[in-house]
């Protein structure tokens, strides 16, 4: 079965990068049918898509994150790593990584989730 | 970019009530459409895809309807553990866009 477990820090600075390490166990993360993805939840609100990639290294993201996202692959390791770069308190989230089909695009299943809190 | 907009935003029901929410995407998304369960400090869970494809495991009380813009998921007959807020997720285009989320509460 499956899993992802999502790993890093829980508290980050203003201005500073949140950096974040999703481990697949259960399957292969070079899967052809699957691109891997980070979406993020602030506390109470709802789902938002941060960004996708695919085992080849490329890679998707959010057009409203702009430049400040950078998602990497590490298949050696069955990992996959979200940066976020000059956090602000509107980062403080819970942050998810997930499998997403590439022919459907749904994403199952999900990490159970890490608080990441930017605060000085 | 989609925006997904599910109503009603909260609703109560009791056990064993039939109950539907509703999802309207800004334009048509054909039927490439997803629904999610979330519960309390949980990561959520594929309900179906496509539509209208039920996920493995999910029970046969849980289904969606709709095409282009308009989709509905609707649970035949409330259990206990159905208590949660749903989410419905635009897989249409890059970037996949979720609606805002409904929760369902126990009346």
């Known amino acids: 079965q499956l899993q992802l477990q999502e790993s890093g820090p829980g508290l980050v600075k203003p201005s500073e990068t949140l950096s974040l390490t999703c481990t697949v166990s259960g399957g292969s993360i070079s899967s052809n049918s699957y691109y891997w993805g980070w979406i993020r939840q602030p506390p109470g609100k709802g789902l938002e898509w941060i960004g996708s990639m695919y085992h080849s290294g490329s890679t998707y993201h959010n057009p409203s994150l702009k430049s400040r996202v950078t998602i990497s692959v590490d298949t050696s390791k069955n990992q996959f790593s979200l940066k976020l770069s000059s956090v602000t308190a509107a980062d403080t989230a819970v942050y998810y990584c997930a499998r997403q089909s590439v022919h459907s695009r749904w994403f199952d299943p999900w990490g159970q989730g890490t608080l990441v809190t930017v605060s000085s | 970019d989609i925006q997904m907009t599910q109503s009603p935003s909260s609703v109560s029901a009791s056990v064993g009530d039939r109950v539907t929410i509703s999802c309207r995407a800004s334009?048509?998304?054909?039927?490439?459409l997803a629904w999610y369960q979330q519960k309390p400090g949980k990561g959520p869970k594929l309900l179906i895809y496509?539509?209208?494809s039920l996920q493995s495991g999910v029970p046969s009380r849980f289904s969606g309807n709709g095409s282009g813009t308009d989709f509905t998921l609707t649970i035949s007959s409330l259990q206990p553990e159905d208590f949660a807020t749903y989410y419905c997720?635009?897989?249409?285009?890059?970037?996949?866009?979720f609606g805002q989320g409904t929760r369902l509460d126990i009346k």
């Open positions: 997720q635009q897989a249409d285009t890059f970037p996949p866009a």
């Open positions: 334009q048509d998304i054909s039927r490439w």
């Open positions: 496509t539509t209208s």
